[in-house]
Nanobody, 123 residues
């Protein structure tokens, strides 16, 4: 019953905004770091953003810094990725994942994945 479900993706014009959600069930997110990743066709999966559980530190890929904001709501057992000023190169399937309490958001710390949500940015 342990499950991680991404939602909120869709088709948006360049310059538009979307908010992605990552909802956990069967466990609590309180003591996990949460990471957002994305993968475009023919490309490797890349880390987008991460928020730790230990101290709430946030991290962003240079390509999204200043445009995306990661947050978490432990009471709702959900994490979010607010995406603004979207660009065509942001088009990808977006995944969330979790890592242990002590994680400092290294990509290799993440091993539990949801099914992803498609984000398409096109005019």
């Amino acid at each position: 019953q342990v499950q991680l479900v991404e939602s909120g993706g869709g088709l948006v014009q360049p310059g538009g905004s979307l908010r992605l959600s990552c909802a956990a069930s069967g466990f609590t997110l309180d003591y996990f770091a949460i990471g957002w990743f994305r993968q475009a066709p023919g490309k490797e999966r890349e880390g987008v953003s991460c928020i730790t559980s230990s101290d709430g530190s946030t991290y962003y890929a240079n390509s999204v810094k200043g445009r995306f904001t990661i947050s978490r709501d432990n009471a709702e057992n959900t994490a979010y990725l607010q995406m603004s000023n979207l660009k065509p190169e942001d088009t990808a399937v977006y995944y969330c994942s979790v890592a242990g309490y002590g994680s400092r958001c290294h990509d290799t710390d993440f091993g539990s994945w949801g099914q992803g949500t498609q984000v398409t940015v096109s005019s």
